[in-house]
């Protein structure tokens, strides 16, 4: 909020506290919402015993894997896309628009389509390999000229890189109807059907990727100033780049690989996040990990009333709330900000 | 007062005639006419290599008389009930496309924007992908009951995807400057706006490619990245009619784009009625994407692509709309060639060609010009 409180250390950490109560009240949502709907006290009860009740089975093997898949993959977009608004000092880069979630679609696109591999622990090595080769391309590609990186360049690149990407996985996947078929649905984001295995390979990296950008944190809030301040003030630009940059990485190949490309996440939950934090990234960071965690989740949790008995799968509701809530805050605020 | 003079001036690095009779004066630029004559000189040669390449190869003099009719009956019927249509139906395209990318790169003056960048494909995609899952069911494109209605279902959702896209982006592009002033357009928001479009109209895409069944999503996948396969003359007539409709309004609007280059608010000086110049090329522009998308798929990057090629050919300080329409034919002329020939016994898609090609080009022309905005 622009007013200025007298102590805006505690006004944050009140404000954590309440982002915290809202993600608990999302995953108790994501816990008693489903085709079958359980009143709290059934969830509670189920957590409490893990036993052979219909609601103990229900809770534990259904829907908390896929909550805490939720909320895991939720704070790796929203923190990705964090870090890659910091790192490139332009409001409009989420992973997507920098090709880091293309590179890691076309890797899990070919390690199909060349080695059938499709169990979730290599496609995971194999999307972060394909994130980094693509981000770090952009990123270099649209620092190379002279004027160093420009917004609009950084937005060129990025988007040729991904219609290139797009272009050859899509003649890969004419070429082979298996590969077209698999693709398909990994391709809409979904969190349904990833059990407690997808989540026992995604936790560690998610959690280390977290813990890797908090030391980004005061690199980029120096970057922020622009390169030559940061210099200046003696921090080494290329260190903060490299942390923040292998943790995009790390946190958007791993949230692709798992639950496939989901858009806005990404793009929304930092500017939402800035909204409330200001602009240091020691408590943007963490904020966008509680939103992104808890939008997911809520987003999840609406893919699965709205179409009764169907579903809808995350990434779809994510675009379908996430594109109008960001044409709203356009549309409030005066200007449209450094677009391209 | 019945003067007549042709006066050549230097204006910044080009040469430029200006032909005056009484009050009434013709600029043109020598060079963007000799480059639009050896454009369409390209496309002509395109064209027939486009007719003799194919399973059965026919030599040139064969095409030139199957074109008019005096070849053997087989050649005649290969020539113009076959490969001509689907000839045709690029030329169409791609210039439709070129112009379209022309027009909206001129009115934004910035050169990422253009109808695939604003969303507008991505939402013929989405109209053409629902219709398609609607109707996939039936042998679409090989007889069947229903491939007629297909054949003109397809082409009329991609429109109205193009159009409520176009509706949403300008709508919500626009802004209004204050109490009393009329609409006019932040191009910065409109290609904001057009980008966030494009990314749920294409998360809705691959929503509707997970529901149908496999054949029904190969045919939609085939259709998405833009195809010439099987086309016939009602796509020829669909994209013409356009075309003759929107061109000439395109170039009766097009003298005012000048005016626009100058800023906004110069052009408002100079009488200009900058909102709906604006919305006047953008409607035109979005039209002419529309029936591109619906006669050939949504084929990427040609829009972005053509005017940029045209401009660096011509060296005009605007945008050239008439050799960016050529360099869009002779564009996809060539992809659809190297569409047929590049795998022997595989027919790649027209549109996965134009961006393997295309967007390392782009990437090539961001590193060149460097950090320049």
């Not at chain 1, 290599?122 to 160093?148: D, H, N």
């Not at chain 1, 960071?285 to 009764?308: E, I, Q």
Request: net charge positive; hydrophobic share 55%; glycine share 12%.
């Amino acid at each position: 909020m622009p007013t200025p409180s007298n102590s805006p250390q505690i006004r944050l950490a009140v404000g954590a506290l309440a982002v915290l109560t809202l993600l608990a009240v999302t995953i108790a949502f994501g816990l008693s919402v489903g085709s079958r709907a359980l009143s709290l006290s059934d969830v509670l009860g189920a957590l409490a015993v893990q036993g052979e009740t219909d609601a103990s089975i229900i809770v534990w093997e259904q829907r908390m894997p896929r909550t805490l898949l939720g909320v895991l993959v939720g704070a790796a977009l929203g923190v990705g896309g964090a870090l890659a608004q910091g790192i490139t000092r332009n409001p409009l880069a989420d992973p997507a628009l920098i090709g880091v979630s293309s590179g890691a679609a076309l890797a899990i696109v070919l390690g199909s389509f060349v080695f059938g591999v499709s169990s979730l622990a290599p496609q995971i090595v194999l999307a972060a390999v394909g994130a980094a080769v693509v981000g770090g391309a952009v990123l270099s590609l649209a620092g190379y000229g002279r004027g160093g990186m420009a917004p609009t360049s950084l937005a060129l690149v990025g988007l040729s890189m991904s219609a290139l990407i797009v272009a050859v996985i899509s003649v890969l996947v004419l070429l082979d109807a298996q590969t077209l078929d698999e693709y398909r649905y990994w391709l809409v984001g979904a969190l349904a059907g990833k059990g407690t295995p997808t989540l026992t390979v995604v936790t560690p990296v998610i959690l280390a990727g977290l813990s890797l950008t908090l030391l980004a944190a005061r690199g980029l809030d120096a970057l922020a100033l622009g390169e030559d301040v940061a210099r200046g003030l003696g921090v080494s630009v290329n260190r903060a780049r490299l942390l923040a940059g292998a943790g995009v990485v790390l946190l958007t190949s791993t949230a692709v690989a798992a639950a496939g490309p989901i858009s806005f996440v990404g793009l929304v939950v930092p500017h939402v996040a800035r909204a409330i934090t200001g602009p240091r990234h020691g408590w943007l960071l963490p904020y966008a990990a509680l939103l992104g965690a808890s939008l997911l989740v809520t987003a999840d949790v609406v893919g699965r009333v709205v179409v009764r008995p169907a579903e809808l799968q995350v990434g779809v509701v994510t675009a379908l709330v996430g594109a109008p809530l960001v044409l709203l805050l356009l549309r409030k605020s005066k200007v449209a900000g450094a677009g391209p | 007062m019945n003067t007549r003079e042709a006066v050549f001036v230097r204006s910044g690095p080009s040469l430029v005639a200006r032909f005056r009779r009484g009050s009434a004066s013709v600029l043109f630029r020598p060079r963007t006419v000799a480059v639009s004559l050896a454009l369409f000189t390209l496309v002509l040669v395109l064209f027939c290599a486009g007719i003799a390449a194919g399973t059965r190869v026919i030599p040139l003099d064969d095409v030139l008389s199957g074109l008019a009719g005096r070849a053997d009956h087989t050649t005649v019927l290969t020539v113009q009930q076959f490969r001509l249509p689907r000839v045709m139906v690029a030329v169409l395209v791609g210039a439709a496309l070129g112009l379209a990318g022309a027009l909206v790169q001129a009115v934004t003056r910035n050169p990422i924007a253009a109808p695939d960048v604003l969303g507008v494909t991505a939402g013929a995609s989405l109209g053409g992908v629902l219709v398609l899952l609607a109707f996939g069911g039936t042998t679409f494109g090989y007889g069947g009951a229903a491939a007629e209605l297909s054949q003109i279902a397809v082409p009329m959702g991609a429109i109205a995807g193009a159009f409520v896209a176009a509706a949403i982006v300008l709508v919500v592009g626009g802004s209004r400057g204050g109490v009393g002033t009329p609409r006019t357009f932040s191009t910065h928001r409109v290609v904001l706006v057009g980008i966030i479009c494009h990314a749920a109209f294409i998360g809705l895409v691959h929503w509707g490619l997970a529901t149908g069944d496999v054949d029904q999503a190969t045919k939609a996948a085939v259709w998405l990245v833009g195809s010439l396969h099987g086309r016939g003359w009602e796509h020829v007539t669909g994209v013409a009619t356009a075309l003759l409709v929107l061109l000439p309004i395109a170039l009766t609007l097009g003298r005012r784009l000048n005016a626009l280059a100058l800023g906004e608010p110069s052009a408002a000086t100079l009488g200009v009625s900058v909102a709906r110049t604006q919305v006047g090329l953008f409607a035109v522009a979005f039209g002419l994407t529309g029936t591109a998308a619906a006669a050939a798929g949504p084929v990427d990057f040609v829009a972005l692509l053509a005017p940029q090629i045209a401009k660096r050919l011509t060296r005009t300080p605007g945008v050239p709309l008439v050799a960016s329409a050529l360099t869009g034919s002779a564009m996809v002329l060539a992809a659809d060639l190297l569409a047929r020939l590049a795998i022997p016994g595989v027919e790649l898609p027209v549109g996965a060609v134009t961006a393997l090609v295309g967007a390392p080009y782009l990437l090539w022309l961001v590193i060149r010009s460097g950090g320049t905005r």
